[in-house]
Structures are given as structure tokens and as C-alpha cells.
């Protein structure tokens, strides 16, 4: 009945909130224990409302299910992002009166929480069955973790989903408050939808200004005194923007040589105990930070360390390990093997009832229940009534009308996934042979099965598995703190030069200038959550040249910031002068040819012009200001100019993005004008407008907020 798998790979709804994406932080189990007991109660605040540690610590307990292969140094920013902006949009809906019903709650779980994404809790138009969800939470709350290990992950899945859906309704209903009456005019979709289905052929004749600068040798040099003339004349195009230079000291938080030292003996020792202990779960439930897998494998399906290992020793209790990748340690333990069949091919009589996944019948479970255990005695009893009883009985009309009641054959490696998961009847298994008959339950009602063919028997091998991660001790943290501490304090009043250079002489990880703006949201070559707050703290009105700052991140790294210099320009006047060497020299063509053109055909057409540069003339080309890609390069300029000529007229020269063009429109085709095309239009900008609007509120409203971040002060996060 394990729904586990199937919400899992539903997982992408998680990273969606009211529109925006989020990713999360996954804090490893045994840290959530020290954290909750040694530190305190408060992790941060937004506008005075705190953000408390049992918050944090159910958000990465709920997500762990589902980002297992994230760092945890990437992901934890995101996490804090996501509680600070849950706390915000809360806030605003609390302040504009919005409310929450019961129904609210129950809609809410319907549309937006992660079960409305699963199968087999969906009705016929893809809706989730409410019904039939309500009958799983009775089932959870009934199953025992003891028979199903795995339903005490699915608890706590829905004990954090449940808690949460209330922040969801409080923000959803704050966001359509917000989105109300912010359409798209139909003025609007009418160009959009012209702009799409408007086109011109056009004759057309192309020169690179490449060509232009050959024939015409030294005639469009650009000289200083052009561009400073330029500029002086433009002044409204060059203001001034104020961006910082900084520079950046890196320390890396990684274990010393007696961290590794220590471990080793570690795993040596718990090695040793491994080795004796007979009560294989509770150990590794104790010692490892992956949790224990009952299941048997094949040896194809395991990595190539285990495969290569029982290839050699097939004894059970041989343990191989303790082997360390990067700084992973674990070690493994051949605890189980038993000979079973890879396929099997298998048919079944379906008897449904109105609570099983994607039934249309009306009889209750017990009456279901009843009639299926009737059908499995008399067929046990006679097993050639099985077939037609397929025919008579069988819920399952697809496969009863086509294949007889066939579901085909059964993998063993996809029975976790199998939709017609046998449970407690295992076909995979040596004693249920060919030709047998079984009873099992499963979320779409009660199966008679029977075992039609098999495959060759194969071993399937079970192993306790230990995982320990390395990481950096307290000493090491201390001395590393320390050594940050005194270059911070030796360089935080030196020039930057010096700051640098004594950095790189310690042999320390060093990022020589960026230049910064302050709508950054990050840092090349930094990549941190801290990128922001490095941003914000640059940009403050008291800071000053020689600032330093010392910031740890999250995965307990230290970086030291230096401000280097305030600069009152986005761009050095050398690429100011490059950017407009080339958007002048275009403008001098663009005189001299025309220029060129009255006085050398008095009434020009393609034809003479093609011949004067020797040029072919590109023929009947389809354009529109939609997708305006004309040799290779968007060109909405010789569209407009094309759209606006009357047919067969040449035009002047257009400048292109690398070249001249003259065009010769030959027929204009314009779109209906019926206002119902324009619908589709309207919905596409509408959605463009509301996703644009919603990133904007997002940052206007933690922009607007007053956040505090205590998360460097407590140990362990």
C-alpha cells in the first residue's frame, strides 16, 4: 500500500511555490538531534515574527525524503529563503483580513499540495479523489511501521504537508487578491497576435559592413574626438551607476589529517561490532546515516563495489569495508540470499470495491472482500475455472477482454513501482511455482493471481549497509576560526595589494577584483548563499574603501571581503569607446551611402544596387516582426522598414546588425481581424504578466522587510 515511491517522483511540485521556484536545505538526521537540544529556539526573524528552530527542523525532515543526493552547503539558503518568504506573504494576507475555512484546507490539499500530483489518487478527468485519499489517511493511520517500515516516512510526509497547507491557502489567496484585474487589454493581444501572423515577402540585398570598410578604405575611421563629442552630446545615455570592486580571501572547512585519523579508528571499531552483532537493523539504525534496506537485490542491480564483492564472498555475514570515497565512509554486510525469478508472467481476476484507486464500482470492501475469497477457493479447488472466471468476474476489463486477465511480465527489480504490487502473495519466489494460485490486496481491490511462467531461478542478495560522512572536529573548526581571525585581524587595515599578496604567500584561496552591482543576485566564481548578503553589505551608505568583512557559510567555509574600490561608472571608458567605435563607424556608412544613392542612381532599384556590389539578390524571403531572423540575425529594423514601403519600392539603406540592407517588399499579407483569434493571445500575455509581477513582488516585499539571520550563531546549522 506504500505510497512512498510514487510521491517521490512527484517531487517537482515541492520546488514550486505560488509560481516561484524554491529549493530547500536537507539537514542530516543526526545533526537535527544536536541542533534541537543544544541549540537555541530561534534560528531568525522577519518583521519581528520569529522563524523558530522546529520549523527549520520539520522542513528539512520533510525534505530529506526528497533531496537526498543535494549538498547540504547549496541548499540551505534555499531553504531559508523559503521560510522567509512563506513568513511574508503570511504577514501580508493576515494584514489584508484573509481567512481559512475547512473547506479552504481540503480544496487547498486537492490543488496544491503534492498528493494532488499522484495517479492513483486522481479520478477519471486527472482531478484528486478526495474519497479515496480521505481511505488512505485511515490506512496510514491504522498500518503499523512494524509490518511496513516505510509508513513512518509517509506519516511524517503528510504531518508536514498538513501543517503547512494553511500558509499555502494564506498565500495563495493573498497572490489571487494581488492578481485580480491584472489582464492583458485586448488592444494589446490584437498586436501581439499581428505581430505573429503579419508577414512580407521581400526581395533583398545584403552587404557586410566588413565588405563596405574594404571598398571604401579609411573613409569611416572613428577618431577620440568623435566619441567624446558623441557622449558630450548624449550625456541622458551614460549616467552614472556606483558599483564596488571587491576581493575575496577564501578558507575552506575540510577534516585534518587527525580528523581522518580519528575516523579511521572509528570505523575500525565499529567494524569490529559490526562484525559480532547479530541484530543487523537496530545496529545500523543506530550507526548509519542512510536508513536500513530490507530489500533483496540482484547482482546486477547493485553498485560494481557489492557486485565485485559477492563475487568472491558469497558467505553471509562477510563484510566488506570500512572503504572511504572522498569523504564518505561506509562499510556493508551480507545479511541475507535467497533464489528467486527475475520475471514472471502473470494474469489475475480484479474484484474492485467504490474505495480502491480508479474503480467506478459501487459494492463495499467487506462485500468485494467476500466475493473474492469465494472465487479463490472454488478456483483453488479447480484451477481450470480460473479463465472464466476472467471473463465473468474480473474488474480488470482491459486485460480480461484483450490478454485474459494477463498483466503481462513481471520484473523483479520494478516491483516497488509495479502498479499491481503482489504484497502478500510473492511470485518472485522459489516455493510459488508455476501454475499457482494466490490472494492479495492491493489499492485497486482484492486479485486472485495466478503464476503462468516463469523464469530461471537467480540469487538475490540482502545487505546492511553502514554510511558515515567525514567531517571537519570542533578542534578543527577552532584552529580554522582562529586562522581566519588573525589574517582578518592583520589585513583588515591594509591596502589591498598587501592583503592579497599576504593571502597567496599563506598559500590561501584568493578571487582577485569583481565588480559588483547592487541587483546582483550573485557572485561569479563565489557561488555562496551568502552572495547577497556580501552584495548588501558592499552597498551600505557608511561603508568605505579598505572595508573588510568575515562571513561563514553554510557549510561552515569562511570567506574575508575586502571592499577595494567604490566606482562611479558601469563601464571603463575603453569599452564605452569600443561599444560606440563600432555604432558610429555604422553611422557613417549609413550617410555615405545614402549620400552615395542619390547621387549615383537617380531613381534606384535592386537590380542596380545588386550589380554596383556584386551581389545576388535573395528572392521571395518571408518575414514578420515575430521572428524577425534575416541572415542569421535578428533584424526587427528591416522589418519595420519593409512593412512600411509600398510593394516593388527599394528602399535606402538599413542598418543591420552586420551589414547594409536594401529590401523590395513584394506583397503584405495582414491577419483576420476577428476578435476571437485575439483569446489565445490574451491568455499567453496574461501568464507572461502575472509570472513577471509575482517575481517582482517577491523581491519588493523581502526588499521591504526587516530580516534577521541567527543562524551564524548557533552551532550545528
Not at 5 to 25: A, P, Q
Amino acid at each position: 500500500m506504500s505510497f512512498l515511491e510514487k510521491i517521490r517522483r512527484n517531487t517537482w511540485i515541492l520546488f514550486l511555490f505560488i509560481g516561484i521556484s524554491l529549493f530547500f536545505f536537507v539537514l542530516d538526521p543526526n545533526v537535527l538531534l544536536k541542533i534541537f537540544y543544544e541549540s537555541p529556539n530561534i534560528v531568525g526573524k522577519v518583521n519581528g515574527e520569529n522563524i523558530s528552530m522546529k520549523e527549520y527542523i520539520d522542513c528539512f525532515q520533510f525534505l530529506k525524503q526528497f533531496r537526498k543526493e543535494e549538498p547540504d552547503f547549496y541548499l540551505k539558503n534555499e531553504a531559508w529563503k523559503l521560510l522567509v518568504y512563506e513568513k511574508i506573504l503570511n504577514q501580508e494576507a493576515v494584514k489584508l483580513g484573509i481567512q481559512s475555512t475547512k473547506k479552504d484546507f481540503w480544496n487547498a490539499v486537492s490543488k496544491q499540495s503534492i498528493y494532488s500530483h499522484v495517479f492513483d489518487f486522481q479520478d477519471f478527468y486527472g482531478n484528486l479523489d478526495l474519497k479515496k485519499f480521505k481511505n488512505y489517511l485511515k490506512i496510514l493511520e491504522n498500518e503499523s511501521e512494524v509490518q511496513n517500515p516505510k509508513i513512518e516516512e509517509e506519516k511524517n510526509i503528510w504531518s508536514y504537508e498538513k501543517k503547512n497547507i494553511t500558509k499555502k491557502i494564506f498565500a495563495k489567496k493573498y497572490i489571487e487578491m494581488l492578481m485580480y484585474g491584472l489582464n492583458t487589454s485586448s488592444v494589446e493581444a490584437e498586436f501581439n497576435y499581428k505581430d505573429k501572423n503579419f508577414f512580407s515577402f521581400i526581395d533583398y540585398v545584403f552587404i557586410p559592413y566588413s565588405e563596405i570598410e574594404n571598398r571604401y578604405k579609411n573613409m569611416f575611421l572613428i577618431k577620440n574626438h568623435d566619441i567624446y563629442d558623441y557622449i558630450k552630446n548624449h550625456k541622458f545615455l551614460y549616467k552614472r551607476e556606483n558599483i564596488r570592486s571587491l576581493g575575496f580571501v577564501i578558507f575552506r572547512s575540510e577534516p585534518s589529517l587527525d580528523d581522518e585519523n580519528q575516523m579511521k579508528k572509528k570505523m575500525e571499531k565499529l567494524f569490529r561490532k559490526f562484525q559480532s552483532t547479530n541484530q543487523n537493523y537496530i545496529f545500523v539504525s543506530k550507526q548509519s546515516e542512510k536508513l536500513f534496506d530490507s530489500n533483496f537485490y540482484l547482482k546486477k542491480s547493485l553498485p560494481p563495489v557489492l557486485q565485485n564483492f559477492i563475487s568472491k564472498n558469497k558467505k553471509i555475514g562477510n563484510i566488506i569495508g570500512p572503504i572511504k570515497e572522498e569523504n564518505i565512509y561506509f562499510m556493508a554486510k551480507l545479511i541475507g540470499k535467497k533464489m528467486i525469478s527475475d520475471s514472471v508472467l502473470v494474469s489475475h481476476i480484479l474484484i474492485s470495491h467504490r474505495d480502491a484507486i480508479r474503480s467506478s464500482n459501487h459494492r463495499t470492501k467487506k462485500k468485494a472482500k467476500e466475493i473474492a475469497e469465494n472465487i479463490f477457493h472454488m478456483i483453488k479447488k479447480n484451477p481450470s475455472l480460473f479463465d472464466s472466471f476472467v471473463i465473468k468476474k474480473s474488474d480488470d476489463l482491459m486485460s480480461a477482454k484483450k490478454d485474459k486477465g494477463s498483466l503481462g511480465w513481471i520484473k523483479y527489480d520494478d516491483q516497488n513501482y509495479s502498479n499491481y504490487s503482489i504484497n502478500s502473495f510473492d511470485i518472485f519466489s522459489l516455493k510459488n511455482k508455476k501454475g499457482m494460485i494466490g490472494f492479495s490486496e492491493t489499492k485497486f481491490g482484492y486479485h486472485i493471481f495466478r503464476i503462468d511462467k516463469k523464469s530461471i531461478p537467480m540469487p538475490a542478495y540482502q545487505f546492511a549497509v553502514i554510511v558515515k560522512t567525514l567531517t571537519p572536529s570542533k578542534k578543527t573548526e577552532n584552529s580554522l576560526y582562529k586562522k581566519v581571525r588573525k589574517f582578518f585581524i592583520e589585513n583588515k587595515n591594509s591596502n589591498f595589494n598587501k592583503f592579497i599578496n599576504h593571502a597567496r604567500k599563506n598559500k590561501y584561496e584568493t578571487i582577485y577584483l569583481k565588480n559588483i552591482k547592487f541587483d546582483q543576485s550573485h557572485i561569479d566564481e563565489l557561488n555562496t548563499e551568502k552572495d547577497k548578503e556580501i552584495i548588501h553589505w558592499a552597498f551600505e551608505k557608511n561603508r568605505k574603501e579598505r572595508d573588510c568583512k568575515m562571513i561563514s557559510t553554510s557549510k561552515r567555509d569562511y570567506i574575508v571581503v575586502y571592499l577595494s574600490k567604490i566606482q562611479n561608472r558601469v563601464f571603463s571608458i575603453e569599452k564605452t569607446k569600443n561599444n560606440l567605435v563600432l555604432f558610429l563607424k555604422k553611422e557613417k556608412i549609413n550617410k555615405f551611402l545614402s549620400h552615395m544613392m542619390r547621387k549615383k542612381f537617380s531613381n534606384p532599384n535592386l537590380e542596380k544596387i545588386a550589380f554596383y556590389f556584386s551581389k545576388k539578390i535573395k528572392k521571395s524571403y518571408k518575414i514578420n516582426f515575430y521572428d524577425s531572423i534575416i541572415d542569421g540575425d535578428r533584424e526587427p529594423k528591416v522589418v519595420g522598414f519593409a512593412s512600411s514601403l509600398k510593394l516593388y519600392e527599394t528602399s535606402k539603406p538599413i542598418l543591420g546588425e552586420k551589414g547594409i540592407f536594401f529590401v523590395r517588399p513584394l506583397k503584405h499579407f495582414y491577419p483576420s481581424k476577428i476578435p476571437s483569434y485575439f483569446s489565445s493571445e490574451m491568455e499567453e500575455l496574461n501568464s507572461y504578466l502575472r509570472k513577471n509581477s509575482l517575481e517582482n513582488l517577491g523581491r519588493i516585499l523581502i526588499d521591504k522587510s526587516i530580516i534577521k539571520d541567527y543562524r551564524n550563531n548557533i552551532k550545528n546549522i
